[in-house]
């Protein structure tokens, strides 16, 4: 029996009062009535008392799901339905399906709504999207490879992408199995191979983690759970009557958190995004997954190795992937670097062998999984691990070729490895499958087929297509995905709550719940102080803690001695803001150099290490503004979700000679955002650096439609370039006699914050020191020049707490200062601010959250 369009959707007609829809399935006598984000399940007779107000507005092969989307202050819900397909082929009973056309029909029916899914419909029809059917009504799990389809029912929700479509049909107890499709991503080739007169099925089926999923050049590496970009699982596989062999490899970007911005041809280059001491706890996290998961593990590093010339950031991120395996628990693991480009030079894929000779023994000892009937003859023990830079074009060559090396393992256990003619058949099919396989893969990632190597013409125009692809379309993309996957928990302020305080799997339940649950948090966590040093410092220019003029003074004095004689501050996480370490001339603003941001990182390091040790997490550039975060080793472990953003606000945001750049953290369960900013200078530029201040507050924005108002903490630090609105020389004349006070009453980042245009309820410490702008190089005079700019407090922290009730409570701690002063660092026109903070942050307790989490009787759905 052919599947055909089975399914109609019905729509009441358009008088009615309230919108709603019902989906009939043929042979089946009840139906769905969905109305007001509610769906029922109707007897066939409730279902003939009502039909008759509705009209047919279209049929299809099946559903996905309701797709819940925020659109303002709106929550949207869509009927997504499979209205075009083209069938693969059979295994077994199961027939397995390509969607091509997808229709979504918004439950609250406005015309505007159709373009609101747009994209994330053309994802859906973007031919990568697969489905199972059987007449029997018990299709194969595509989700499932053939060994883990003996040892579980259960679906695998690493590669169950419309998860999220099914929660509200189980939310009101609908059987899904009955109604809704599971899809999976990826590739799927099934061919079929004649040996004499049986007939047997040749396929290979990639899967595609939708964990950490993306376009090429916004997802790269790890995430804190030990998700990677790219995973992708691939098993060939060969049926034949009642007996299945099947063979399973993996591939995923290098689990260490690393970027790579794409902007032009050959110029994207490798950026860690964490310090490696950072990303220990969730590379341990990935390598567990998959151990637990597959078994042995073999990692095949095909990335370049020179440190020189075009390959250097491959090199640099291979030698850190060495670098943390073995010093990690699982130093065990045999490494294997092969570099691909350097080995198969010219297309000289003989030179695959030397790959051969070393992985060969692993091939041989973690076998194959054969099975006849319902015996399982013997099971697969682990699998290879391949990487390159992208996990595309080169990992494909070698996937392909250990997935040739293996068959024969298969035709063996199949007893065929003797017939020349069937051997032979299946190679070519092989062959020819691993290639469609490779540009299936490639094209979800990175928007094109795979570059073979085969013709040059075709490899350098698909390589400038996934160029444009990238600058042009990935965001958009990217946005669909995230739409897909997470529904209405993306860009909204419940769910970005949750996510700081829940388990993931919470994030999907229903708004009760889950406000409910949150309004309980209280019941669950408990508070630890955390200690933040915060700095900034406008260095005008230039690497000047190398300054032979000051060689005696330190940067210590500004960030760890900054109270003689009172004792070590013990600090437990460092924010250092920087403003102008590159000179702001054309060359530098249009193309900064990322130079000068690596030594200060490297001498901060250093600096901060002095009596306890720190390491890096992260920093962020935006040509003469940078941020550094540092923390302490043994909190590195609660530290996680980091995130960085950058505002251009020079020239009208078009160059970034001014701006802002930030680091969103969070840290046990609690968000910390640290923003470094360069305002717009000029005594009477107040309405330009109001302007500033309000952009990139307004522009900041971080994974999951997090954004700056949503942060538990938020800290400023930089050169805000705020003046006084006063004589200089009576000015000057008021600070020789120690009068700062008064001084401050002409400040105009006072007045403008008690106007409320900037910082509103944000909280400075007292200032208690002297104007931090503007001197003489190495001095402590007042600017002398020509221009013979007034004193001023340019240089500021201030900081927020956010209220999550409608009160605030009596026990709230916004923070406590514990110093705010300068440095007599003199090798700058400014002088460098730091800020001591203690600040409140909470910590979830695991099992105390489960007690008071309330569940529904009706909510029994949980993701593994």
Same mark, same amino acid.
């Given at each position: 029996m052919a599947m055909g369009k089975s399914f109609r959707v019905f729509e009441r007609d358009n008088n009615a009062s309230i919108y709603s829809v019902i989906i009939e399935q043929r042979n089946k006598d009840s139906c769905l009535l969905l109305e007001s984000d509610v769906v029922v399940?109707?007897?066939?007779?409730?279902?003939?008392?009502?039909?008759?107000?509705?009209?047919?507005?279209?049929? #299809? +092969?099946?559903?996905? $799901?309701?797709?819940?989307?925020?659109? $303002?202050?709106?929550?949207?819900?869509?009927?997504?339905?499979?209205?075009?397909?083209?069938?693969?082929?059979?295994? @077994?009973?199961?027939?397995?399906?390509?969607?091509?056309?997808?229709?979504?029909?918004?439950?609250?029916?406005?015309?505007?709504?159709?373009?609101?899914?747009?994209? !994330?419909?053309?994802?859906?029809?973007?031919?990568?999207?697969? /489905?199972?059917? @059987?007449?029997?009504?018990?299709?194969?799990?595509?989700?499932?490879?053939?060994?883990?389809?003996?040892?579980?029912?259960?679906?695998?929700?690493?590669?169950?992408?419309?998860?999220?479509? &099914?929660?509200?049909?189980? #939310?009101?107890?609908?059987?899904?199995?009955?109604?809704?499709?599971?899809?999976?991503?990826?590739?799927?080739?099934?061919?079929?191979?004649?040996?004499?007169?049986?007939?047997?099925? #040749?396929?290979?089926?990639?899967?595609?983690?939708?964990?950490?999923?993306?376009?090429?050049?916004?997802?790269?590496?790890?995430?804190?759970?030990?998700?990677? #970009?790219?995973?992708?699982?691939?098993?060939?596989?060969?049926?034949?009557?009642?007996?299945?062999?099947?063979?399973?490899?993996?591939? $995923?970007?290098?689990?260490? /958190?690393?970027?790579?911005? $794409?902007?032009? !041809?050959?110029?994207?280059?490798?950026?860690?995004?964490?310090?490696?001491?950072?990303?220990?706890?969730?590379?341990?996290?990935?390598?567990?997954?998959?151990?637990?998961?597959?078994?042995?593990?073999?990692?095949?590093?095909?990335?370049?190795?020179?440190?020189?010339?075009?390959?250097?950031?491959?090199?640099?991120? @291979?030698?850190?992937?060495?670098?943390?395996?073995?010093?990690?628990? &699982?130093?065990?693991?045999? &490494?294997?670097?092969?570099? +691909? &480009?350097?080995?198969?030079?010219?297309?000289?894929?003989?030179?695959?062998?030397?790959?051969?000779?070393?992985?060969?023994?692993?091939?041989?000892? +973690?076998?194959?999984?054969?099975?006849?009937?319902?015996?399982?003859?013997?099971e697969q023990q682990g699998t290879i691990r391949t990487n390159c830079l992208d996990c595309l074009d080169r990992t494909n060559c070698v996937q392909t070729y250990f997935g040739l090396q293996v068959l024969n393992r298969q035709l063996e256990m199949l007893e065929l490895l003797e017939k020349q003619q069937s051997v032979a058949r299946f190679e070519e099919v092989f062959k020819q499958m691993w290639v469609d396989n490779g540009n299936e893969v490639s094209k979800i990632y990175a928007g094109t087929g795979a570059i073979q190597g085969g013709s040059k013409f075709m490899d350098g125009a698909r390589s400038a297509a996934r160029t444009i692809q990238n600058n042009l379309l990935d965001t958009s993309k990217q946005e669909a995905i995230d739409i897909l996957l997470l529904g209405k928990a993306l860009n909204s302020y419940m769910a970005d709550r949750a996510r700081t305080l829940l388990d993931n799997s919470m994030v999907q339940v229903s708004s009760n719940i889950l406000h409910e649950t949150l309004e309980r948090c209280g019941e669950f966590v408990k508070k630890k102080t955390i200690r933040l040093g915060v700095g900034t410092y406008n260095v005008n220019g230039g690497k000047h803690f190398r300054s032979v003029v000051y060689k005696d003074v330190s940067l210590a004095d500004w960030l760890l001695d900054i109270q003689p004689g009172k004792g070590d501050l013990e600090v437990d996480l460092y924010a250092v803001g920087f403003e102008e370490i590159v000179d702001l001339n054309a060359s530098n603003i249009m193309a900064a150099s990322t130079e000068n941001a690596k030594l200060w990182a490297e001498e901060l390091q250093k600096v901060l290490s002095r009596d306890r040790t720190y390491v890096l997490v992260t920093y962020v550039q935006l040509v003469g503004v940078c941020l550094f975060l540092f923390i302490r080793p043994e909190l590195a472990p609660y530290l996680r979700d980091v995130a960085t953003d950058s505002v251009k606000t020079g020239f009208g945001g078009a160059t970034g000679n001014k701006g802002g750049v930030a680091i969103r953290c969070l840290l046990y369960n609690t968000s910390i955002t640290f923003v470094c900013a360069h305002f717009a200078a000029g005594q009477s530029q107040i309405n330009e650096r109001n302007s500033d201040y309000n952009e990139i507050s307004r522009k900041l924005n971080f994974p999951l439609g997090s954004n700056l108002k949503s942060q538990d903490y938020i800290i400023w630090c930089g050169d805000f370039n705020y003046r006084v609105d006063m004589d200089k020389d009576a000015l000057k004349d008021l600070l020789k006699e120690n009068r700062i006070e008064d001084v401050l009453q002409n400040d105009q980042l006072r007045a403008q914050k008690e106007l409320g245009n900037v910082f509103r309820n944000y909280i400075e410490g007292e200032i208690t020191f002297f104007p931090t702008y503007k001197y003489d190089l190495f001095s402590d005079d007042f600017d002398t020049s020509d221009k013979c700019r007034a004193p001023a407090w340019t240089d500021r922290v201030l900081w927020k707490r956010r209220v999550h009730t409608e009160e605030i409570p009596d026990d709230w701690n916004t923070g406590n200062l514990i110093y705010y002063g300068r440095a007599e660092l003199k090798q700058s026109d400014h002088r460098p601010v730091m800020a001591i903070l203690d600040i409140e942050v909470i910590e979830a307790d695991p099992e105390r959250q489960l007690q008071c989490i309330v569940v529904s009787t009706k909510w029994e759905y949980r993701f593994s």
């Amino acid at each position: 029996m052919a599947m055909g369009k089975s399914f109609r959707v019905f729509e009441r007609d358009n008088n009615a009062s309230i919108y709603s829809v019902i989906i009939e399935q043929r042979n089946k006598d009840s139906c769905l009535l969905l109305e007001s984000d509610v769906v029922v399940n109707l007897s066939l007779q409730e279902k003939e008392t009502i039909k008759r107000q509705y009209s047919k507005v279209l049929d #299809a +092969y099946g559903s996905l $799901g309701l797709l819940q989307m925020n659109i $303002g202050n709106d929550t949207v819900t869509y009927l997504v339905m499979i209205t075009g397909c083209i069938s693969l082929g059979k295994i @077994s009973d199961t027939e397995v399906f390509r969607i091509t056309q997808t229709s979504f029909l918004s439950l609250r029916k406005q015309p505007q709504d159709d373009e609101f899914v747009s994209e !994330v419909k053309k994802l859906l029809n973007s031919g990568t999207f697969y /489905f199972s059917w @059987s007449p029997t009504g018990d299709p194969v799990d595509i989700t499932l490879c053939a060994q883990r389809r003996v040892m579980t029912g259960t679906t695998d929700n690493r590669f169950f992408w419309n998860k999220t479509l &099914h929660l509200p049909f189980i #939310a009101y107890g609908i059987d899904c199995k009955e109604w809704l499709q599971k899809v999976m991503c990826g590739s799927v080739e099934i061919r079929t191979v004649y040996v004499g007169h049986r007939q047997g099925k #040749a396929v290979i089926i990639s899967r595609l983690s939708c964990e950490r999923t993306g376009t090429r050049f916004h997802v790269r590496g790890v995430n804190d759970d030990g998700f990677v #970009a790219n995973f992708v699982e691939t098993e060939q596989a060969i049926f034949m009557e009642d007996c299945v062999a099947s063979y399973v490899q993996t591939r $995923g970007s290098v689990p260490l /958190f690393w970027e790579q911005t $794409g902007v032009q !041809v050959g110029q994207h280059k490798v950026r860690m995004s964490r310090g490696v001491e950072s990303s220990a706890a969730a590379f341990n996290r990935h390598i567990v997954s998959i151990k637990e998961r597959y078994g042995h593990q073999t990692i095949v590093n095909l990335l370049g190795t020179s440190q020189v010339g075009s390959k250097e950031s491959e090199g640099l991120l @291979s030698n850190l992937y060495v670098q943390a395996l073995k010093t990690s628990e &699982h130093n065990d693991i045999e &490494h294997i670097i092969f570099d +691909y &480009h350097q080995e198969c030079k010219g297309g000289n894929m003989k030179n695959l062998n030397k790959l051969k000779t070393k992985a060969e023994p692993y091939l041989k000892a +973690y076998s194959i999984f054969f099975s006849k009937g319902d015996n399982v003859i013997c099971e697969q023990q682990g699998t290879i691990r391949t990487n390159c830079l992208d996990c595309l074009d080169r990992t494909n060559c070698v996937q392909t070729y250990f997935g040739l090396q293996v068959l024969n393992r298969q035709l063996e256990m199949l007893e065929l490895l003797e017939k020349q003619q069937s051997v032979a058949r299946f190679e070519e099919v092989f062959k020819q499958m691993w290639v469609d396989n490779g540009n299936e893969v490639s094209k979800i990632y990175a928007g094109t087929g795979a570059i073979q190597g085969g013709s040059k013409f075709m490899d350098g125009a698909r390589s400038a297509a996934r160029t444009i692809q990238n600058n042009l379309l990935d965001t958009s993309k990217q946005e669909a995905i995230d739409i897909l996957l997470l529904g209405k928990a993306l860009n909204s302020y419940m769910a970005d709550r949750a996510r700081t305080l829940l388990d993931n799997s919470m994030v999907q339940v229903s708004s009760n719940i889950l406000h409910e649950t949150l309004e309980r948090c209280g019941e669950f966590v408990k508070k630890k102080t955390i200690r933040l040093g915060v700095g900034t410092y406008n260095v005008n220019g230039g690497k000047h803690f190398r300054s032979v003029v000051y060689k005696d003074v330190s940067l210590a004095d500004w960030l760890l001695d900054i109270q003689p004689g009172k004792g070590d501050l013990e600090v437990d996480l460092y924010a250092v803001g920087f403003e102008e370490i590159v000179d702001l001339n054309a060359s530098n603003i249009m193309a900064a150099s990322t130079e000068n941001a690596k030594l200060w990182a490297e001498e901060l390091q250093k600096v901060l290490s002095r009596d306890r040790t720190y390491v890096l997490v992260t920093y962020v550039q935006l040509v003469g503004v940078c941020l550094f975060l540092f923390i302490r080793p043994e909190l590195a472990p609660y530290l996680r979700d980091v995130a960085t953003d950058s505002v251009k606000t020079g020239f009208g945001g078009a160059t970034g000679n001014k701006g802002g750049v930030a680091i969103r953290c969070l840290l046990y369960n609690t968000s910390i955002t640290f923003v470094c900013a360069h305002f717009a200078a000029g005594q009477s530029q107040i309405n330009e650096r109001n302007s500033d201040y309000n952009e990139i507050s307004r522009k900041l924005n971080f994974p999951l439609g997090s954004n700056l108002k949503s942060q538990d903490y938020i800290i400023w630090c930089g050169d805000f370039n705020y003046r006084v609105d006063m004589d200089k020389d009576a000015l000057k004349d008021l600070l020789k006699e120690n009068r700062i006070e008064d001084v401050l009453q002409n400040d105009q980042l006072r007045a403008q914050k008690e106007l409320g245009n900037v910082f509103r309820n944000y909280i400075e410490g007292e200032i208690t020191f002297f104007p931090t702008y503007k001197y003489d190089l190495f001095s402590d005079d007042f600017d002398t020049s020509d221009k013979c700019r007034a004193p001023a407090w340019t240089d500021r922290v201030l900081w927020k707490r956010r209220v999550h009730t409608e009160e605030i409570p009596d026990d709230w701690n916004t923070g406590n200062l514990i110093y705010y002063g300068r440095a007599e660092l003199k090798q700058s026109d400014h002088r460098p601010v730091m800020a001591i903070l203690d600040i409140e942050v909470i910590e979830a307790d695991p099992e105390r959250q489960l007690q008071c989490i309330v569940v529904s009787t009706k909510w029994e759905y949980r993701f593994s």
